[in-house]
Nanobody
């Protein structure tokens, strides 16, 4: 069982940056691959980024590559998403998720989800 709590969202102007955080409970956090997904109003949940258990392997959606960076701190049970050069189309609720096994870009592969944090980018 893993409980996830996101934070760090907010309102930012286009071109700005935020650092989203996801705090995980549980003693086996380092066993889980982690992912970030987002969902805008009226749209399906969308893959953003994923990282393997050690942090040594990451993968990004094309729409965020070069602007977003996923990282993790296993000693403190944290995963982060640094979001730079934000665009209005990045506006969404951002969710972190956890799964045992290798990183994955499919939302259905994840077993545990946080409640989400809102990111709003104004033009």
């Amino acid at each position: 069982q893993v409980d996830l709590v996101e934070s760090g969202g907010g309102l930012v102007q286009a071109g700005g940056s935020l650092k989203l955080s996801c705090a995980a409970s549980g003693r086996t956090f380092s066993s889980y691959a982690m992912g970030w997904f987002r969902q805008a109003p009226g749209k399906e949940r969308e893959f953003v980024a994923t990282i393997n258990w050690s942090g040594g392997s990451t993968y990004y959606a094309d729409s965020v590559k070069g602007r977003f960076t996923i990282s993790r701190d296993n000693a403190n049970n944290m995963v982060y998403l640094q979001v730079n050069s934000l665009k209005p189309e990045d506006t969404a609720v951002y969710y972190c998720a956890a799964r045992l096994g290798y990183r994955d870009s499919y939302y259905g592969a994840y077993d545990y989800w946080g409640q989400g944090t809102q990111v709003t980018v104004s033009s």
